[in-house]
DNA sequence: CATGAATGAGTCTTCATTCAT
DNA sequence: AATGAATGAAGACTCATTCAT
């Protein structure tokens, strides 16, 4: 007798049980993880579960669809819009990676991965995919775009390939790390990254 | 007195059959590849395989050390001693990548990027990886310093740190590419990377 | 809320399924019986025999330790304690072991020699092989001792030796019938072996 | 052209295959025995195997029954028919068992045992170890016999029954020195037997 | 006769999914 | 809805036996 009450829970249930399952994929990679360790880790049981999902292949395809941005472009800070300048908000941008510990950064880059690599082999996936790279991209390609009409950049940059190597740097670095290496190593890179992309995308110095 | 087969037959058995495991694992990725897969692919039986094997593990790894080592060295061409600065071998290096048409490489790519994947939750793998990549990253290293010795790059590059940003930037835009993507649009990309490069090298592209 | 079975029921089940995996072992042996041979003949799925044991071997301890005790312990009957002398105890003793036909015992001797077997060559099994024995030479040796200190029999008698060839000797007639062999024939050895350890604790028998 | 040379060679690399395969059955059991374990230790091909013997199971057969009475019974020693007294030649029997140090003993133990069950589950088998035992209690029945006549042994002793309880007791101690034990502790036991054998059979001291 | 690579049925074990309660 | 015991189809790996050389 109180339907909108218990949709509401019903949300909160599903999503509660997402958010365990996406523990256990990027703790143990999807194959890997059993569909008792998912309930294990929530305290539920095998039936509640299958109540909400009707396969644990299902858990991985939502977890994909709905989550995949979240987990990737949670990046536009409370600040952001605040800075001026193209070069400052690609800096804050690539800081906010930096700053993550690598610790808490490797079960998700590993579940990234798994996605990655999963889209490249099915098709419904691969839509998922190819919009999350859209969007990542375009969001960075904006703020080139600003750089190069308010000249910080240089005219000639193509902003969507500068945008495409911006992402293809950080989930190479990342892809590096996915295993083992330093938080110092990570972030020495992290800048390495950012000297170069600002070198490839201004006026030439004098030039 | 025979079936003693010529060691070159086992050589070559022992080949066929990885090749055979990696296009599987390219295919279907490691976990979820059956050795009933492999063994189906190649029309053998499986204590055939397991003559050359111990596990499917052992394919696995064996893939990584010896397959992966010899895209990494299989670049060194014929001519590659013959050039003289440091830009052009770099320059030549990426060419390489370039020439490979993304169909190829695919399967590579999966299956370098699904033993990453791997590699990062087991120790055993891990080891494999990180060996891997050392001898990687010492290759581009070797050609950066050579450049540094040269004055064609600027004497304060931390080559360490360039070779590592180089093969995040190859691997980053790899997994761009994995599951879809243009052979062109590939291209542009590794033009690109191989201008940022140069760039952060303090090399002037000629244009 | 509720398949939540009672304690009680699991505890049937899983005794049914060692009674089961009890008289496969005794069947075919140890490693001749199959898990399937198990479960074909309790009727239930593999599924099940492995939400009661996580191995075969599992199985096959529990039996030692489970069973093997009661065979020993339930030889103390109701009316054993009233015995006031241990020449009356050990008698009682060996007449329960001799009342028992030889079809119900083989299956029951069969396993023992199984285990024993495997557990002369497997270090864990080894352990509860040891534990089972020492079991039972205490129980023994402590009814001998009795019969020391009351005077029945000789002082100079060694408690841990008879109690070793108390064993030894059902052990040994066990051994000789497990294939075939008469139950009249097996009760003479039995009386045989009952008069002769008697008169090695120097108790003659009335006779 | 000297198939009398062939034979001959071909008796003797049979007895040699059975040796080994002995050996193997020995240390790790009947079934977890491979056929590739005998022909690592004989140091010869699988086909040459084959070429004498139609199966695994055929060598164990063969064993049983060839080598059966030679592993158990080889008792009567050089001087063994110069002794004048029953009880002389039966303790020099129990000695002839003592003086085998366990190491050695176990194997052969094991593999014993082993064909006592193996003979229980199969008809072909059990006749040989029927006809084993029958020359086994024979043996020491004779002996029994003598000391009857001799008066040395009481005249109301059946002798057919402690010859029986004889190697029940051998066989029993054995079993329990199978998987561990010291040799000192096994002397014990079997000084013990020889002690409770005697009294069983003897004339009562002072009747 | 000897060789040992190849075969493939058979082994134990796992785990996604179902369903009686 | 929730529970968790039961199912049974795979999966990785083994090994007795065969047979081309």
Redesign the interface.
């Known amino acids: 007798m109180s339907p909108k009450v218990s949709d509401a829970y019903k949300e909160e249930r599903r999503a509660a049980i997402l958010e365990g399952a996406l523990q256990c994929f990027a703790d143990?990679?999807y194959?890997?993880t059993t569909v008792d360790d998912i309930v294990r880790r929530l305290g539920i049981s095998k039936g509640a579960l299958y109540n909400y999902f009707a396969s644990k292949e299902e858990m991985f395809t939502a977890l994909m669809e709905e989550r995949m941005e979240r987990l990737i472009v949670g990046v536009k800070g409370e600040r952001y819009d605040t800075i001026p300048d193209a070069a400052g908000k690609l800096s804050l941008i690539m800081r906010r990676f930096q700053r993550q510990a690598l610790q808490e950064l490797?079960p998700l880059l590993?579940f990234y991965?798994?996605f990655?690599?999963?889209?490249?082999?099915r098709e419904e996936l691969?839509q998922v995919?190819?919009r999350h790279?859209e969007t990542a991209v375009a969001f960075i390609r904006e703020v080139i775009e600003e750089g190069i009409r308010s000249g910080e950049f240089r005219p000639d940059l193509?902003s969507g390939?500068?945008a495409?190597?911006f992402?293809?740097?950080?989930?190479?670095?990342a892809?590096?790390f996915?295993?083992?290496g330093e938080d110092e190593q990570y972030q020495?890179?992290m800048r390495?990254?950012e000297?170069?992309?600002l070198?490839?995308a201004n006026k030439r110095p004098e030039g």
């Open positions: 143990k990679g194959p890997a490797r590993a991965l798994e990655s690599l999963q889209a490249s082999r691969r995919m190819l790279e193509d390939e500068a495409s190597l992402w293809a740097l950080r989930d190479g670095i892809l590096q996915i295993g083992s020495v890179l390495g990254m000297r170069m992309l070198l490839y």
